[in-house]
Each structure stands twice: as C-alpha cells, then as structure tokens.
C-alpha cells in the first residue's frame, strides 16, 4: 500500500455534545427498515392467499426491494454526501413511510411488485445516510465502535419486533397493517430529526452524474435478474441477455468512475485490503442467509403449523444473538482480533446452518432455537465489526459512499440470496408428487397449496398437503446446506483478507 497516512486532526478529537441523542434518530431509520424486511416474510402466506401470486410473483415480490436498493444504494449514498446526509434522510423516510401506505393497499401480484421496488428507492437512501451521520457524530474510534455496535443491535432489533408486532397485527388485522407499522416510527424520526441532527455534506464535491447513476441500477439490477432466472429456468436467452448487459453496464460504471473528477464512487477505496474483506464478507454472509430466511416463516407456520405471532416469538433467538453480539463485538475484536473476530462469527453461522439441513416436518424447537441464537450471535459479531472496519477505512468526507458500498454488498447478497437460494427452495418443491386432482397452482407455492387444498375433498387434501410440506422441507434443508457452504467459504476468505486490519488503524490512501 503506497500513499501517506491520515492522522486525526484536532477537529476530529472534538466530541461533539448531542451526539448520542443524534445517533437515537439514526437507528429509528434502521429500525424502519429492519421492520419492513422482517414482517414480510411473516405476511407472505397471506399475500399469497390473497393476491394469488405465482411462485415467480412471490419471489419476485420478496426480492424486487432488494434489487432497486442495490441498484440505487451507491447513487444515493453519494447524492447524500452532496445535498446533505440529513435532508436526504427526512426526506427518504418521508417516501419510505408513503410507500409503506401503497405496500399495504396493493390488490394485484403486479401493483405489489411495483409498491416493494418503489420502497427499495425510498430505503435507497436511508441506510448509507445513516451509516454515513455516525462516521461524522463519533470522531473517537472507541466511541464509533460503541456507536456502530449500537445500530447493528437496532437493526437486529427490528428484526425481533418485526415479527412479533407483525404475528400480533396479522392475527388482529388483515396483512396490509404488517407495513403500515412503519408510520408512526417514520413520523418520530423526522419530528425529531430535523431537530437534533446535523447536517454534513462533502465540500465542493463536483457534479452528481445521472449517467453513472443509470450505469449503476442498469449493471445491478440486470446482473442479479441474470442469476435469479437463470437459477429457476437455466441457462437460457433472457438469462444471458440481462447478464451480458448487466456486466456491460458495471464495466462502463467503473471505467467512468475512473475518469471522472469527481465519481459517484471513488474505485481506489477497494485498494484498501481491509475494506474489500468487509465487504466481501458482508456480501458472502447475506447470500448464504437470506434465501433461508425468506422461507423460514413459512415453514414455521405453513409446515409445522405454528400462528404468527408464536411464528416470531420462534425467531427471536437470532435476534437476541445479534443484539447481545453487536453490543461487544468492538471490545472483542480489539482484545483478539478482527480476523478472529469476523472469521469466527461467519464460521459459527456457517456450522449452525449445516445443523439445519437434518431438518423435518417435526423438528423440535431445541435445534431450531439453538441454531437460529447461533446465526445471531455469529451474525452480530461479523456485522459490526465490518462495518466499523468500512467505516474506519475512509476519510470522513467519502463516509456516504463507503457507507453505500457496504449497503450495496448487504441487499445485493440479500437478492442474490433470494434468488438463488429461494430459487433451490421452491425448484425442489415444484416436483412433488400429489394425488390425482392436484390443482396446477399448488405447485407454485406452499401458500398456493393450502388454499388449494381448502377447495378439495378432504383426503385428496390431505394427501396433497403432506407431499406439498414434505418437499418445501427437502428444498429447505438443500438450501440450508448450500448456505452453510457460503457462509464457510466466507470465513475462509476474512481470515486471509482482514489479516493485520485493527479498527484503531491510521488510514492509508492510495
């Protein structure tokens, strides 16, 4: 690594007052979006009963979020270190809060579609701001660390109330209100943040190139499309065609990042060993993890049977993991290290995703619970500790677009996740065998199968209930495995890459 090495000025000693009270609305805006993620997949059987979607609608419903926030992620993060981290944040949360009315009122498969891609550009730009605030709130990198570890714990504890809240409305309510529990949270953050936040922007950052920007969603979004069709129906035109120009479009966005005086982003932060290992790593451990989460609350409740509410009391221990992990996991990577820290934590989710894949129809909570506080604890202690590393691993004034980086690779393995490992889910489910009588549509989904089975004579639906569940689990327990394989292989590679990265390091640019 060649360059000179920036050191803390007396400006960055400064703490500034009000900071803690600051970083309280910033995980409101976590919390927003750990919420929305987490109740969909609660909401699922319902949204499949009522608006009947076919298993590409539903997947599609489920991971379109996560393809427009990947897209939009670097766009957005460094027109927020433009126009300014906090206004770009109100007024995100504002849209994220109206799209959420237009997630829960949407009547047809294609109307959701379109409502959960709108949600994905509204949460575009809340995650890289927020991310982007701390690194300019807390200048002291112990403080940063407590910081960092504070908004991961949020954020994984959105994911425990999102179900329990979303298991509680969708008992009460129709599932629409499982999105409409965003608005009172998006209404406190921006009362009360357009009071206590400070703004920051980069001085004199130069232009935000509309070009780059249509690069960027065009390369991401046709990328991962390329994978998930190609992951459900193979190889085929469509699938080589949005690959090839996916990749055209990624390889123009580089090449005009590099010649650009002022990028969107700047392509000598991947120089950086430590920065490129925490994202990779973050990207690694979302594929490996999200296919299976997506499924799980099915399982939960549409194989063994569970309500939803008793569905998210079930996952609570990851949540709980997470939240007791991130709340030490800078101590611990100072006293060993984060090698050790990040490496160990992925290994420890990798091991209890392999413990899922002797799952069953009657599979006893023990294993499930221990496994799910495993994925947890491994989880939290890896996030937070990349995302210091990120954070760290720039200079202030790059913190929205270093911020918009990590949150690229976590959506983006987030819909490569889906994708693939949804897709072995439901390729797998699909060739079960049922009776004679066996509706087309119970092949689709799960959720198709038990409303299919409401219309049927009571032992052509059982019959066709225990093929239908008994094949969802053997998908589930194949995708188990090949997240378990991800999530190895990406301990494998931080061991190597973060070797020597300490979160107390001086930076050094290219």
């Known amino acids: 690594m060649t360059g000179t090495l920036r050191t803390a000025g007396p400006t960055e000693a400064v703490k500034r007052p009000g900071r803690w009270l600051a970083l309280g ?25 009522d608006l009947e979607p076919s298993g590409t609608q539903l997947l599609w419903i489920g991971d379109v979020y996560s393809f427009v926030i990947a897209g939009l992620l ?148 046709g990328v991962v499309y390329a994978v998930k069709e190609a992951a459900t129906h193979g190889f085929g035109r469509t699938a080589l065609a949005a690959g090839l120009l996916g990749a055209g479009a990624l390889y123009g966005f580089v090449r005009r990042q590099l010649t650009l005086p002022a990028p969107l982003l700047d392509m000598r932060l991947f120089r950086h060993r430590g920065f490129s290992g925490a994202v990779l790593a973050d990207l690694l451990t979302i594929l490996g993890l999200s296919g299976l989460v997506f ?13 939803p509410l008793e569905a998210g009391l079930a996952e609570l221990p990851a949540a709980i993991g997470a939240v007791a992990a991130g709340l030490v996991a800078g101590r611990a ?14 290994a420890a989710v990798g091991l209890a995703l392999a413990a899922l894949t002797v799952i069953d129809r009657s599979t006893g909570y023990p294993l499930l619970g221990t496994a799910l506080l495993v994925v947890g604890l491994g989880a939290g202690f890896s996030f937070t500790v990349t995302a210091d590393v990120i954070l760290s ?3 202030r004034e790059q913190a929205g677009a270093a911020s918009a980086v990590s949150e690229t690779a976590y959506e983006l393995g987030a819909a490569l996740g889906i994708a693939v490992l949804g897709s072995i889910v439901t390729g797998v489910y699909r060739d079960f065998t049922g009776p004679a009588g066996t509706p087309a549509e119970a092949h689709e989904s799960l959720g198709g199968a038990v409303e299919a089975a409401s219309h049927l004579p009571a032992h052509t639906a059982g019959t ?15 995708a188990a495995g090949a997240g378990a394989a991800v999530l190895l292989a990406a301990a494998v590679a931080a061991w190597f890459m973060l070797r020597g990265q300490r979160l107390e390091d001086p930076v050094e640019h290219p």
């Open 25 to 49: 609305v910033l995980v409101l805006a976590v919390l927003l979006v750990a919420v929305d993620a987490t109740v969909l997949g609660l909401a699922t059987p319902y949204i499949s009963e």
């Open 333 to 346: 990577a100072r006293r060993f290290s984060v090698r050790s820290v990040v490496a160990g934590g992925l």
């Open 74 to 221: 670097v766009s957005m993060g460094s027109l927020g270190d433009r126009v300014g981290r906090k206004r770009i944040l109100l007024c995100g949360a504002t849209a994220f809060g109206a799209m959420s009315v237009l997630n829960a009122y949407a009547t047809t498969p294609e109307t959701m579609i379109l409502a959960r891609a709108l949600l994905g550009v509204a949460g575009a730009t809340l995650m890289p701001a927020t991310l982007a605030l701390i690194r300019n709130l807390f200048h002291d990198p112990r403080e940063r660390s407590l910081a960092v570890g504070i908004w991961g714990a949020t954020a994984s504890a959105g994911t425990a109330v999102g179900p329990v809240l979303g298991g509680f409305l969708l008992e009460h309510f129709w599932w629409g209100s499982v999105f409409l529990i965003n608005l009172p949270v998006m209404a406190v953050l921006v009362l009360v943040g357009a009071r206590t936040l400070p703004e920051s922007r980069t001085p004199d950052p130069g232009p935000w190139d509309l070009v780059s920007v249509v690069l960027s969603l065009a390369g991401t979004v």
């Open 464 to 478: 066709m209930l225990d093929a239908a569940r008994q094949s969802f689990v053997d998908g589930l327990a194949l």
């Open 295 to 307: 499924f799980l609350s099915q399982y939960l409740q549409l194989v063994q049977g569970r309500r």
């Open 393 to 395: 691993s720039v200079p």
